[in-house]
T-cell receptor
């Protein structure tokens, strides 16, 4: 089973760029890496997804190195409303979806 | 567009009782997933339906858990009999795209979860 690791928590200030890295040492070669955001009492919400190199959308960027054993979610210019828990999600060789432990991001004024 | 809904939002039952959780996916989504997070642990995958067929139920903890998706619409997850360690939040998610060459390539829409407490 794939094992994913993430920092437990991070603090940032408004307007800063935040980078959260997830290590996934057993990801299959054909599988996507997805990041989700979760607020209290809500289900996870899709942020961004990628397979390799770099992906950018209107809210974030995702960097994936060539070996795909890690990925970095980049949030540009965070605001107070970005305070949440961020999870990476990968699919291991058994087609089992594996969530990372989550990174609790606190954005301070 | 209505999102994924789950019922009930909270359930408190005694050990040994039965509980059935329901998930209504987004209309037209063939894929339906169940996950759970027990206290202090990570979100764990339970199983995956494509329409009414179970694709992968490797995450189901034991035979006290039974998931069904009759007709390929809503799904139920029954826990019988419930044990204390079953307490946690159960999430359902749905997605539209079927897995192709690249697995996990579909955006999953999550419901708000059902908080189950077994006393």
């Amino acid at each position: 089973l794939a094992k994913t690791t993430q920092p437990i928590s991070m603090d940032s200030y408004e307007g800063q760029e935040v980078n959260i890295t997830c290590s996934h040492n057993n990801i299959a070669t054909n599988d996507y890496i997805t990041w989700y955001q979760q607020f209290p009492s809500q289900g996870p919400r899709f942020i961004i997804q990628g397979y390799k190199t770099k992906v950018t959308n209107e809210v974030a960027s995702l960097f994936i190195p060539a070996d795909r054993k890690s990925s970095t979610l980049s949030l540009p210019r965070v605001s107070l409303s970005d305070t949440a828990v961020y999870y990476c999600l990968v699919v291991d060789y058994g087609q089992n979806f594996v969530f990372g432990p989550g990174t609790r991001l606190s954005v301070l004024p | 567009e209505a999102g994924v809904t789950q019922f009930p939002s909270h359930s408190v039952i005694e050990k040994g009782q039965t509980v059935t959780l329901r998930c209504d996916p987004i209309s037209g989504h063939d894929n339906l997933y169940w996950y759970r997070r027990v206290m202090g642990k990570e979100i764990k995958f339970l199983l995956h339906f494509v329409k009414e067929s179970k694709q992968d139920e490797s995450g189901m903890p034991n035979n006290r858990f039974l998931a069904e998706r009759t007709g390929g619409t809503y799904s139920t997850l029954k826990v019988q009999p419930a044990e204390l360690e079953d307490s946690g939040v159960y999430f359902c998610a749905s997605s539209q795209a079927a897995a192709g060459d690249h697995f996990g390539g579909d955006e999953q829409y999550f419901g708000p979860g059902t908080r189950l407490t077994v006393t």
